[in-house]
């Protein structure tokens, strides 16, 4: 002789009132840890198994019989689950609190560091204009353009130790003009 399951039937003349009351006292609890182990937040766990409840109740006469009264009722918080996580708003984009930019490396500098740079661009935009004409152009080339120093000579017709000691003469005299007006070098 096997155990039989406990479960709730519907007697074909029970008061629906007696049901859901049987039903909700023996799953309320059960029903909620099912639905919280889904969505994960305890408000709307408990908003979604009433509703499962309520939509239950609302749709009991079209209950076939086919399966337990249980089953037909987490059937329904199932589908109240799937059309809630479908449209949460914390599915669609995962809010992070500002811990999780901790190990994000800013790729732009913060203000107080971008002033700095804009203040030491406009320094080095002055001191280029104050360099030789030939110095500024071979230097431009070179640092600026990434030309080589072969390149350089090339375009220019120059030696290319004429390109070496005029960008070296340049670096040179930028930095020391740069220094002397206080500015701080990353280099």
Do not use: K
């Amino acid at each position: 002789m096997q155990p039989q399951c406990q479960q709730i039937r519907q007697p074909a003349a029970a008061d629906p009132n007696v049901i859901f009351s049987e039903l909700f006292g023996e799953h309320r609890d059960r029903l909620y840890r099912f639905v919280l182990r889904h969505i994960g937040d305890s408000t709307e766990a408990e908003e979604l198994a009433q509703q499962a409840f309520v939509e239950a109740a609302r749709t009991y006469e079209h209950f076939r019989g086919e399966s337990q009264l249980s089953t037909w009722l987490y059937g329904i918080a199932m589908n109240l689950v799937r059309n809630h996580l479908s449209r949460a708003p914390s599915r669609l984009y995962r809010f992070e609190d500002e811990s999780a930019l901790e190990a994000t490396a800013c790729l732009h500098a913060n203000p107080e560091q971008q002033c700095h740079l804009n203040q030491l661009m406009a320094l080095l935009q002055i001191e280029l204009d104050g360099l030789m004409p030939e110095m500024r152009e071979v230097l431009l080339l070179v640092a600026m353009d990434d030309m080589s120093y072969e390149d350089a000579a090339a375009l220019l017709s120059v030696p290319i130790g004429t390109v070496r000691s005029r960008v070296s003469r340049a670096r040179s005299h930028l930095r020391t003009r740069l220094q002397a007006r206080g500015a701080q070098l990353p280099f």
